[in-house]
Structure formats: structure tokens, C-alpha cells
């Protein structure tokens, strides 16, 4: 497991990958497994999940009994350290005039957010790669589903997803025998499930990066890496070590036995196996060096501990620091444009999107006091709801689609968990509330909606011409304005979750979208800031996430992404890096880069 | 719980509050909120027990506010509220008295709400027993002290001269409720019967419940 000590780096390397998250992780994998040798540089600290991971504590032992506080918002044991929607001595601001504040997420850490992410992992549809050839709005992405397709294919080996093939239209299947069995719907999400089919509501086999079986090592290293026996023999080994899920403890808390995916546990072990890689944390870049042939020769990072300057180089730079961080870093890099390094299409900072998220929950009579039993599983959900409505758009309204989330019954109980005894039970006290405690308890349940929204101009982040963080960085300021294509997708979902309440006997209140609709932000799920396109007039990077300005500088994050379809991005992020750096390589070869 | 807020505090309270709790070991809090324009406060060296807790060894940051005699009467109140019975501990055996001291303690927004009723609550109590009986809330005997309960514990049937202490009461049955499952002693009563390993496939929905609910056609 990375423990790193060393805090030295080399005079010059083949590639540095700034950031250490999905697709930081997945970019220092695949170079280091083909030789290169590689520089990780993570602003956060380091952090070790065989060690850290509080996977059995309960709440007793932690403040407030580990309940949600502005500093720990999902809770004290949530896997983000040094992180959240606020970061002492790194702040961010809002425009005047914006409508809605928006929340930046990050996390100061090794591997960033993939430490405590839902781990659910959709894979982006034909249409989701052609919106605007479909609906109009937006952009189309520079390829095609069929270009993705293998990639996705090669992740989800490499990670491990549990899920089915279930043909829905643009909710693609995977190769057959690439996926995981998922593992069985818990009661609160069968009785969703009868629910759904009388309101006409698909609800399958969620597809969550976690091992619900151990991997068979030898025989996937050997299809994901043909012709490299280096990498097989490294890979074989590491992916049969992961453990399968023990249907115990919380994902958002991280998973120290590895069954689940998340960066520090799959991606960077088996990359420092390799000894190419050299990982140096809390190393804040601050940017991107260009040489005067127009070339990245470089970053410039602050060494945190130290507070001083340093400089880093290679012949590849790749900039994977978080959808925001990444545009920000190219900000504050010198380019041809005075907006930043890449900018000439004037679209960096723009296209900023996040899901579209609403949530509905009820108490539900049915699932009152039912005989125990254990329904932890996989420590997230184990059905969803793809998007059904697909062709239906000429008459909801609104554009784009959204998929369902789901969950409730007895989950390990927190400081809120009683909330509806108010309701239930007032003037209950003494053993009686007991009883009343144990009728309730779990016995209600909620969807959440996360949906695409379409980019719109009003929708950016900048540099703030006045504030600076404790590094002297300047800070991002956001914009952002919904436009009524999300307000009313939002106020479908209200209505949407509100049937299937209603159905499994709930008394819901749906609320209208503007009062149901997230905050931005508050998804989590913000990309496009540097989108990728098919000609430098109208974009950042070209398909293989390389920087039309400067040819060996690439883009591996979220900032990429031209569309954010309701899939959550990590999936994509981690196809598009592998998918990027097999391109980069050959140009590399071919001497073009 | 907004993250724009972190604490509810003014600037000033909140490096008051640092102060004051610096020597007890906590280094940062979440004092630099979006939307700062000041100059940002510099890097700390020490492990902030909030933003990067110790797991192992949980810091609790912040000064117990409740005094002695509040926490008596939490404790007999929330006996009342969660007694020892075939169904569990008291809650004042699980440490209810003091997660209600430290939830009314900690700095931020809801929670400092909370205390203004809590301790709001408290003294009402202990004024409606001195008024009745002359005596503190915790001097009384078992009937006295039901007979209190009984006028606040139902907010929608409380008198108006009892409506303080029926908004008081409602609060602390939740936090009771909250501090007493909360504590891994109390979930088989519960039925809760996670956080423990299972090996091979997740063995799903008893065949019980699967029938009683009219699930078949959807396993």
C-alpha cells in the first residue's frame, strides 16, 4: 500500500500526472505498467485505506455518535479527510448576481474522492455521445458510444462492477461475462420494484464498482493486457488480492479489504509495484510550465510542508486535479490566450455542469416491524432505474433524462433516524416508545433523481480577480444559473417518486422543482469546465483528451466531458484516461508528442 | 447544515471559540467558508481532529457546556423517556445524559439551537416542580415527576401554559432517541442486526417476508 517516505523527485520524467483520483489513478496505472516513468503529484496528504478505514466502528465511538456536521457533512466516518464542501485556507467564491451558490467538493487526499463515492458506475449511452445531433442542445462528443464501448468493457474488468445486461435503450450492456452478478434487492427496493411496474418505472440491477465475487486475476490480466507480461504478472497477482464484499459497513467509509473500487486501493498499489512510479502528496500545483517551443516541459507546485516552490519535469504533462481544479490550474498557467493555457477556443471555465438532483421519501406501513434481518449488503444500492422516457422528450418538457437512485429500510442507525416518531407517536414515552421505536425503525424509504443537465452560458467558473488561498493561488469564482430545462425535470422526478410512494402504500409530499431542485454542486458530479470537441475552434482537448494548444499537455478528469449525462461520470473518466494514454503512447512512439 | 455557513458563528466568536479550545488540542475548524474575501488564515501544522480525524482516537474539540445539575435532570428525564425494561438499557446507561452534552456543546448553527432549548427546557422544568412541589425536577417522586411529563409530553395536546415545555420535551425525546439507538447496545432490541460479516453471495430477503409481503413475482 502507498506509504511513501521519500519526499524526492527525479530531474526529469516520462510523464507527471497531477491529481491521484480516478482518472490521475488510472492514467499513472496504465504508464507505469507500459514503463514510463511516472510522477503522481496530490495536493491533499497521503492516506492509507489498509490502515485508516474505520469499517466496523460504530457511533458510540465517535463525536456527536458520528453524525452529519457542517465540517463532516456525510457524516464523521465518510472517507474524505481534509476535505468537503469547504477547505480551511483554500476558499472559492460566488459572482455577484449568481442565483445559485455553487458547492465545490474536494478532497485534500490520496485518491482523491474516489475514497468515498457511491461507486455506482453507468456507462454513457449512443445518445448520451450525440446529444445534439439527437435533441439539438449542446454538443456532440468527438466519438461515438462504439469507440467507448471497449473501454468501458476493459474498466469494468479492471475494477470489478456488479450489475446485469438488462437492453435497455441507451443504458448499454456490457460484454457478456464482463460484469459481476449484482447482489439481491433488499425488501424496500423489491416492493419499489412491484411498485414500478405498475407505474411503468424499469427498476433493475444497480451498477456499483464492488466485488460481489473475488476476480479471477490471471485471466483478466491476461485480456486486459495482451503482450505484456510485465503487466500481467503485476495485475494477475494485485486483482486477486482484492477481496469480495463481506455485505458489511458503509462504501462511503472506504473499504480496506479492497472490494470495493476506489483509487488508493485498486489503481496506485499495483502502479508502485511496478517501480515506476514515484507519488510525492501535499504538492499544491500551482501550474503548468511552457517552454518557449510552446511545449509543457512542467509544473510549478508549492511543497506544502515546506511552503516553498518547486518545479517538476517531463515530457508529458497530465492534469487530472478534479473537474475545477483542473481549469483553474490551467487559469493560472501562461497561454497564447491571457484566459489561461488552452484557451484559444475561449471555452475554458465554461459549460461548467452538475446533476440534476431531487430527492422524495415517505414512510412506508408495509415495511413497519418486519422480523429482522441483515440489510446491510453492499453497502449501497443494489437497484436503480435507468432512464425509460427516452423517447418520450417532445412531451415532458424537458430535453434530457435522469436515472433513480433508491434506498432505505435498516441501515446501522443514526442521531436522525427517528425523526418520523414525531409523527407516529406523539406522547409516547417509556417502554412504549421502545416498541414504537422498534415499529418505525426502517420502515421508510426514498428515491433521489440525478439527471443531465444541458450546458448554458450562465453556467462558469473564473479566476476572482482579488482573492487568493493560503498558497498565494488564485481562487475560482462561480456563476451559476439553472435554466427551466432542469426545473422541470426536477419537478418530474417530485412527481415520478411520488407515484412510486404512493404505490408502496406512502403518503409522499412532492414539492415543486425550483424548491425540490440540489444546489449546484451538491451532486458532486461538476464537469465540462475543459471540454473535448472535434477542432481546436470549439474546445480544449481533441478526443484522446490531448490540449489542441500544446500537444503534450492532456486533460484526464471530468473537465473533459462535452455532455454530463444523468450516469454518474467516474466510469467514463476512468474509460477516457486508459483509452487517452494507449493514444498518447503511440504518438509518443511515432514521435509526435 | 448549510456548508456556506460552517458554523453559524460570527468570525470573531469563531477564533474565540478556537482559542478557547486550542489548548484542549484542536487545531482549524471550518472558519474559511465560499464566499471569503478576507485574507485566508495560514496552513496549520497540527492534524485538525475535525477536517482529518484520528479514527483510532477520536477527538471530541470542543468544552462540555452543561453543568452538573442540568445533566441530572437529563438523566432522570431521559430514564423516564427510555427506561431499562425487557427492551434495553436505560438510556442513562448507554450515555444518552452525555451525548445531550455534547450535542448542545458544539459550535455549530442546529446544535446551539438545540441548547437554547435544552436548557430553555431545563429551567422551565425546574420552575413548573418548584411551583408544584418546591423542589428541583429531580427531587420529585415517580408520580410527581409522570405527572409533569404528562401535561408536555403530547405538543398537540399541551396546555398553552405548558407549551414551552412541550416544545422542549418533543426536541429532547428526539436527541434521547437519537443518543440511545445510536449506541451499538441497543440494535438488537431495535433489530438491527448488521455491521457483522457475511461470507459467499448476500443471502437477500427471508422466503417470510418475500410471502407475507406478496413479493414472488418480483424476487
Known amino acids: ?593 | 447544515m448549510k456548508p456556506t455557513e460552517p458554523t453559524n458563528l460570527s468570525r470573531r466568536a469563531a477564533l474565540k471559540w478556537l482559542a478557547g479550545t486550542a489548548a484542549a488540542g484542536a487545531a482549524a475548524p471550518a472558519i474559511a467558508a465560499p464566499n471569503e474575501t478576507e485574507p485566508t488564515p495560514g496552513a496549520s501544522a497540527v492534524r485538525s481532529p475535525l477536517y482529518d480525524p484520528d479514527y483510532a482516537k477520536p477527538v471530541f474539540p470542543w468544552d462540555k457546556q452543561l453543568s452538573p445539575d442540568e445533566l441530572k435532570i437529563i438523566g432522570v428525564l431521559a430514564d423516564i423517556i427510555l427506561p431499562k425494561d425487557d427492551n434495553g438499557p436505560a438510556a442513562s446507561e448507554v450515555g444518552v445524559p452525555e451525548f445531550i452534552n455534547e450535542w448542545c456543546s458544539a459550535p455549530y448553527g442546529d446544535n446551539r439551537d438545540d441548547c437554547e432549548v435544552v436548557r430553555g427546557g431545563l429551567g422551565w422544568l425546574n420552575t413548573e416542580s418548584f411551583r408544584r412541589h418546591e423542589k428541583r425536577f429531580d427531587e420529585l417522586g415517580n408520580a410527581e415527576r409522570i405527572a409533569i411529563v404528562d401535561d408536555i409530553c403530547d405538543p398537540a395536546k399541551a396546555k398553552p401554559e405548558h407549551k414551552v415545555g412541550a416544545a422542549f420535551f418533543a426536541r429532547f425525546r428526539q436527541l434521547c432517541l437519537g443518543g440511545y439507538y445510536t449506541h451499538s447496545s441497543t440494535w438488537k432490541h431495535l433489530g438491527y442486526v448488521g455491521n457483522v460479516t457475511i461470507g459467499g453471495p448476500y443471502p437477500g430477503v427471508p422466503q417470510a417476508i418475500i410471502e407475507k409481503l406478496g413479493l414472488q413475482d418480483v424476487v
Not at chain 1, 240 to 269: E, H, K, Y
Not at chain 1, 285 to 306: C, F, L
Not at chain 1, 537 to 557: A, G, H, P, R
Open chain 1, 1 to 593: 500500500m502507498p506509504i511513501l517516505t521519500e519526499r524526492k523527485t527525479q530531474p526529469q520524467y516520462d510523464a507527471i500526472v497531477v491529481g491521484s483520483g480516478a482518472g490521475g489513478g488510472m492514467a499513472a496505472l496504465i504508464l507505469a505498467l507500459n514503463g514510463m516513468k511516472v510522477l503522481m503529484i496530490e495536493a491533499g496528504r497521503n492516506y492509507d485505506p489498509t490502515t485508516e478505514t474505520p469499517m466496523f466502528n460504530t457511533p458510540e465511538m465517535a463525536p456527536l455518535r458520528g453524525d452529519r456536521t457542517p465540517d463532516r457533512f456525510f457524516g464523521y466516518y465518510d472517507a474524505t479527510v481534509n476535505g468537503g464542501w469547504t477547505v480551511p485556507g483554500e476558499p472559492y467564491t460566488n459572482k455577484p448576481g449568481t442565483e445559485g451558490d455553487f458547492w465545490w467538493w474536494r478532497a485534500r487526499m490520496l485518491g482523491g474522492r474516489t475514497n468515498h463515492w457511491g461507486r455506482i458506475s453507468l456507462r454513457f449511452g449512443p445518445r448520451d455521445f450525440k446529444c445534439a445531433s439527437t435533441d439539438g442542445l449542446g454538443v456532440d462528443w468527438p466519438m461515438t458510444y462504439d469507440d467507448m464501448h471497449p473501454w468501458y468493457d476493459r474498466v469494468e474488468k479492471l475494477i470489478g462492477v456488479y450489475g446485469e445486461n438488462d437492453g435497455i435503450e441507451n443504458a448499454p450492456n456490457s460484454s457478456p461475462g464482463v460484469l459481476l452478478p449484482p447482489p439481491k434487492p433488499r425488501v424496500g427496493e423489491l416492493l419499489a420494484k412491484k411498485a414500478g411496474k405498475k407505474v411503468g418505472v424499469p427498476i433493475v440491477a444497480a451498477h456499483r464498482a464492488v466485488l460481489s465475487q473475488a476476480l479471477d486475476g490471471p485471466r483478466l490480466a491476461k485480456e486486459l493486457f495482451p503482450n505484456n507480461s510485465k503487466a500481467q504478472q503485476i495485475m494477475a497477482t494485485d486483482m486477486s488480492l482484492r477481496a469480495p464484499c463481506f455485505w458489511a459497513t458503509n462504501c462511503i467509509r472506504g473499504c480496506s479489504i479492497r472490494a470495493n473500487f476506489q483509487s488508493t486501493t485498486v489503481l496506485i498499489p499495483p502502479a508502485l509495484t511496478t517501480g515506476n512510479l514515484d507519488v510525492i502528496t501535499d504538492a499544491m500545483v500551482r501550474e503548468v510550465m511552457v517552454g518557449k517551443d510552446g511545449k509543457a516541459t512542467g509544473v510549478h507546485y508549492i511543497d506544502k510542508p515546506t511552503r516553498s516552490d518547486r518545479v517538476a519535469k517531463a515530457r508529458v504533462v497530465i492534469i487530472a486535479g478534479g473537474t475545477c481544479e483542473t481549469a483553474r490550474i490551467l487559469m493560472n498557467s501562461q497561454g497564447k490566450d491571457k484566459g489561461g493555457l488552452g484557451n484559444q477556443s475561449g471555452q475554458l471555465g465554461k459549460n461548467l455542469m452538475d446533476s440534476v438532483g431531487a430527492n422524495l421519501s415517505a414512510h412506508i406501513p408495509a415495511m413497519e416491524d418486519l422480523p429482522p434481518y441483515n440489510e446491510d449488503g453492499a453497502g449501497g444500492l443494489h437497484t436503480y432505474s435507468p432512464w425509460w422516457l427516452v423517447r418520450e422528450h417532445g412531451k415532458l418538457g424537458f430535453p434530457r433524462g435522469y436515472h433513480i437512485e433508491m434506498g432505505g429500510g435498516r441501515s446501522m442507525p443514526g442521531v436522525g433516524s427517528f425523526g418520523i416518531l414525531d409523527k407516529t407517536s406523539p406522547g409516547t414515552y417509556g417502554s412504549k416508545l421502545k416498541e414504537e421505536a422498534r415499529r418505525y425503525y426502517g420502515a421508510s424509504f426514498g428515491f433521489s433523481g440525478r439527471g443531465e443537465m444541458v450546458p448554458n452560458k450562465d453556467c462558469y467558473c473564473e479566476l476572482d480577480p482579488k482573492v487568493v488561498d493560503q498558497w498565494g493561488i488564485p481562487v475560482l469564482r462561480f456563476h451559476w444559473k439553472w435554466a427551466d430545462y432542469e426545473i422541470k425535470q426536477a419537478e418530474h422526478m417530485q412527481n415520478t417518486f411520488a407515484e412510486l410512494l404512493e404505490q408502496m402504500g406512502g403518503k409522499p409530499k412532492p414539492q415543486s422543482g425550483k424548491d425540490a431542485i440540489k444546489k449546484p454542486g451538491e451532486i458532486i458530479h461538476e464537469v465540462g469546465a475543459a471540454r473535448m470537441g472535434d477542432k481546436a475552434t470549439n474546445s480544449i482537448t481533441n478526443q484522446y483528451c490531448q490540449t489542441w494548444e500544446v500537444k503534450n499537455l492532456f486533460l484526464m478528469d471530468g473537465a473533459v466531458l462535452p455532455s454530463n449525462p444523468d450516469k454518474n461520470p467516474t466510469l467514463t473518466i476512468l474509460a477516457l484516461a486508459w483509452r487517452s494514454c494507449e493514444w498518447m503512447m503511440e504518438e509518443m512512439k511515432q514521435g509526435n508528442i
